[in-house]
């Protein structure tokens, strides 16, 4: 069945380190992906999308491509701030409007 | 626009009581989703609604826990009575879901953390 899969946390990086999350999943048809960010005590917000394959999603120095060859949707920052610190999610976007949420990727960046 | 909004943000209850979590979507928005997130399970889809009709309540826990949306700009989930395990942060979100589009791109509220003793 559909599924999204993505690395597990925590993640814990020093400031103006690489930041790499991997997102692989499985779906039938033309899904839409997307990241969701969830900062502490707040909702989730969407950070970033791609609707079609080897569409490249960007948003506050964050970027990721879908890349339907390797099912994948692999988030990547190329240095994190002490603010990035947050929960991250893999959101896959069937095409009846369905949504699957990965479990989701705790990132805490120290100083 | 506010934004999805929701209230109370904090509701600490004894079991047994019932509680109502309240929703406001973002005006113009055609869907309607309740979510609870806790550490053991994440986060879990319990009811959406389209057009203020409930679509799929397959994730409702158990019948102690009931969603209604009078109109497009109102939506309340009930939890009667009330049980420790229902402690979680309740999240509402809204979209504009359009037939046959993959993109539905959710709008969440800040979430109603809700503590049973």
């Known amino acids: 069945g559909d599924s999204v899969t993505q690395m597990e946390g925590p993640v814990t990086l020093s400031e103006e380190a690489f930041l790499t999350i991997n997102c692989t999943y499985t779906a039938t048809g033309y899904p839409s992906l997307f990241w969701y960010v969830q900062y502490p005590g707040e909702g989730l917000q969407l950070l970033l999308k791609?609707?079609?394959?080897?569409d490249k999603g960007s948003n506050k120095g964050f970027e990721a491509t879908y890349r339907k060859e390797t099912t994948s949707f692999h988030l990547e920052k190329g240095s994190v701030q002490v603010s990035d610190s947050a929960v991250y999610f893999c959101?896959?976007?069937?095409?009846?409007?369905?949504?699957?949420f990965g479990q989701g990727t705790t990132l805490q960046v120290k100083p | 626009d506010a934004g999805v909004i929701q209230s109370p943000r904090h509701e600490v209850t004894e079991m047994g009581q019932e509680v109502t979590l309240r929703c406001k979507p973002i005006?113009?928005?055609?869907?309607l989703f309740w979510y609870r997130q806790t550490m053991m399970r994440g986060l879990e889809l319990l009811i959406y609604?389209?057009?203020?009709?409930?679509?799929?309540d397959s994730g409702m826990p158990e019948d102690r826990f009931s969603a209604k949306m009078p109109n497009a700009s109102f939506s309340t989930l009930k939890i009667q009575p009330s049980e420790p395990r229902d402690s979680a942060v309740y999240f509402c979100?809204?979209?504009?879901?359009?037939?046959?589009?993959?993109?539905?791109?959710?709008?969440f509220g800040a979430g109603s953390r809700l503590t049973v003793l």
């Open positions: 959101v896959l976007s069937l095409n009846t409007g369905k949504l699957i």
């Open positions: 005006s113009g928005h055609n869907s």
């Open positions: 609604f389209n057009n203020n009709v409930p679509i799929d």
């Open positions: 979100a809204s979209s504009l879901l359009a037939g046959g589009s993959g993109a539905n791109v959710l709008t």
């Open positions: 791609a609707t079609k394959a080897d």
